[in-house]
């Protein structure tokens, strides 16, 4: 039972950061117009992908389902390559969307088979 209330509590972690990270992604271009530079700090893209790594790897060990496990490890690595070269092309921007709300859905997926066992 402790292992499900872990695996719960990392589970709203990286939905709420891949959210966060939609959120950032979407804002920037606006609040770097207004003069808010720090959003493009390359630290916020690291302080993501270290954040979702960990609910990723806090989420998928223990009890966990294979396919839902493989799942959010695929669009966890889709993630960092798309945050990695999203400035060599506007299909990685595309990417990060994508693989942010891959994330987003795994996650809450895991939580449904959590609470059912």
Request: proline share 2%.
């Amino acid at each position: 039972m402790t292992q499900t209330k872990k695996i719960y509590w990392a589970d709203k972690l990286g939905a709420f950061n891949a959210l966060l990270c939609i959120v950032h992604c979407l804002a920037a271009p606006t609040l770097l117009a207004l003069g808010i530079g720090f959003l493009s700090n390359p630290i916020i893209a690291f302080l993501f992908i270290l954040v979702t790594f960990i609910s990723i790897y806090k989420a998928t060990s223990g009890k966990f389902i294979k396919g839902i496990s493989i799942f959010l490890w695929v669009a966890f690595i889709g993630f960092v390559i798309s945050i990695s070269l999203e400035g060599r092309a506007e299909i990685f921007e595309y990417g990060t969307f994508l693989f942010s709300s891959s994330i987003i859905l795994g996650h809450f997926y895991n939580i449904r088979n959590c609470l059912k066992s």
